[in-house]
């Protein structure tokens, strides 16, 4: 049991895993918005090719 | 806070000064408000005189007219609570502002929709500072979601005893081993209670750590997805499937809706308290021509369910809420004063007491004296149906105890609420020996 966390938790732990989750989370944010980019950019691509070819 | 001539106003003091300009010239407030995540408010200082020194505006928020608390809600409730704060932030941030905290009584239920009642729980955002109210969010929020959705429904009834949330070692405790798989929840409740632990003595430690805005972001998104991810479904409950288990005929159903529908045009209530409602079926008689209506129930799967109900059908004046009425919610907080009992804010014109009676009277052992009198306190108004000893619900109750109940009957039933009560009409229900009353206190 600890104690400290009931009476003087300043709060630095939870600022702490903040930082960390965050920047973990961060990264993935990123990689997920690249990707959702990436495949936005490829169905622009194909559809502006068939339709070039469709003329 | 404060009231002046029964209307509710704040001051804000010259030390918010630069973060309520802010809040108020970047477009937050009028945003906010026009989606409905936050009471409105007017700028009144030119009229009202400040309470105290320091002022620098005076505002007058708009009045949320049921007050619950989270202990209260069902689980659907502080879930889209929480949403509402992370929604909250979300925008806060796009205007350059941040929430400073994130505690769920910050949130009331008006027209059955989440909405912040803190107008001041807002600050200037800086790129790179952590979210101070991160650490509430988890402890007011996805700690009781996850109890809830993962261990027991019931353990929300912690928060009565954790006023500033479920503290994270204590769920990490209680929930499941499978909860250290979920890496949302091992992140942000396992984890963060870890962090807590270690770092409690260390106050220096967190100095100059920084989140960048992309971080943030990734982490309001990761919470959001892990509040989400907490699903709990009503069933299997005593009150959550009460109505296909009850006595009553389809007439005397029908009937008893009507003389209710009645009684409320007979009294005209503007706010109704409804006690023992199950999943506000009757309470909805009030609600449904706009009267302000509180439907309070012992089990969270019929709120729940009275709750989905509020939300599928957009109904604006009903508010399901959890409480066991033999042991209301009292004062909390510092001197008990922070968090206002059951009896001051479920003070209405209406009590409804369908039902409920032998509940009170045989399964918990109080007399229908000191039931009066607490009804008398609530309001001036009663509907109480009386359910006499030998209807089948009351012979469940007596089955697996010794009928010591000698004094249960109706002519004891209407002396002891004849002294607080005049009986205003007695209606039998068809098909059934329930007795439907509307009293008026005598007090009124």
């Known amino acids: 049991m600890h104690l400290f966390v009931a009476y003087l938790d300043p709060g630095s732990g939870s600022l702490i895993i903040q930082v960390v989750v965050g920047s973990a989370a961060g990264v993935i944010f990123l990689f997920r918005n690249s990707f959702r980019q990436g495949i936005q950019l490829v169905k622009g691509l194909l559809a502006k090719s068939s339709a070039n070819s469709a003329k | ?444």
């Open chain 2, 1 to 444: 806070m404060f009231r002046a001539g029964g209307t509710l106003y704040r001051q804000v003091n010259h030390t918010y000064r630069s973060d309520y300009d802010l809040l108020m010239s970047s477009g937050l407030h009028d945003e906010l408000a026009g989606q409905g995540l936050i009471v409105a408010h007017r700028d009144v200082t030119t009229a009202v005189e400040f309470p105290k020194t320091g002022g620098y505006k005076v505002i007058q928020p708009e009045e949320v007219p049921l007050i619950s608390y989270p202990y209260e809600w069902c689980f659907s409730q502080l879930q889209d609570a929480a949403l509402a704060t992370l929604n909250i932030q979300l925008v806060a941030m796009r205007h350059g502002l941040t929430l400073k905290d994130a505690s769920a009584y910050n949130i009331q239920f008006r027209q059955g929709r989440p909405v912040l009642i803190d107008t001041l729980s807002f600050e200037k955002y800086v790129e790179g500072e952590p979210w101070v109210a991160y650490r509430q969010y988890c402890q007011h929020f996805l700690a009781p979601l996850a109890l809830m959705a993962h261990t027991d429904v019931r353990l929300l009834q912690l928060m009565r005893v954790y006023i500033d949330g479920i503290p994270l070692d204590l769920a990490g405790r209680l929930l499941p081993l499978k909860t250290r798989l979920k890496p949302l929840l091992a992140a942000h409740l396992h984890l963060h209670a870890r962090s807590q632990r270690r770092y409690s003595d260390q106050p220096g430690q967190a100095k100059g750590r920084r989140l960048s805005r992309f971080a943030l972001d990734g982490l309001l998104s990761g919470l959001a997805a892990a509040t989400k991810s907490l699903r709990w479904r009503p069933a299997g409950t005593e009150w959550g499937e009460y109505y296909s288990f009850t006595n009553y005929t389809e007439g005397s159903f029908d009937e008893k809706k009507q003389l209710i529908g009645d009684f409320l045009d007979q009294a005209k209530p503007s706010r109704v308290c409804d006690l023992g409602a199950n999943t506000g079926l009757f309470s909805r008689l009030a609600s449904d021509q706009g009267v302000d209506t509180m439907a309070f129930d012992i089990d969270p799967a019929a709120v729940e369910k009275g709750y989905r109900q509020v939300k599928a059908q957009s109904q604006t004046h009903l508010l399901p809420l959890v409480l066991d009425l033999t042991n209301p919610s009292p004062g909390l907080g510092w001197a008990n004063r922070e968090r206002e009992p059951f009896v001051e804010r479920a003070r209405a014109d209406m009590v409804l007491a369908l039902a409920l009676i032998h509940h009170l009277a045989i399964a918990n052992n109080l007399p229908f004296g000191r039931v009066a009198e607490f009804m008398g306190q609530l309001a001036d108004w009663l509907i109480i149906e009386f359910v006499p000893k030998d209807d089948s619900q009351v012979q469940k109750l007596l089955a697996s105890r010794q009928d010591i109940f000698s004094d249960y009957s109706q002519e004891r039933f209407e002396a002891e609420f004849g002294r607080h009560y005049d009986i205003k009409q007695r209606r039998p229900l068809k098909d059934s020996r329930r007795v439907l009353y509307l009293m008026k206190s005598k007090r009124s």
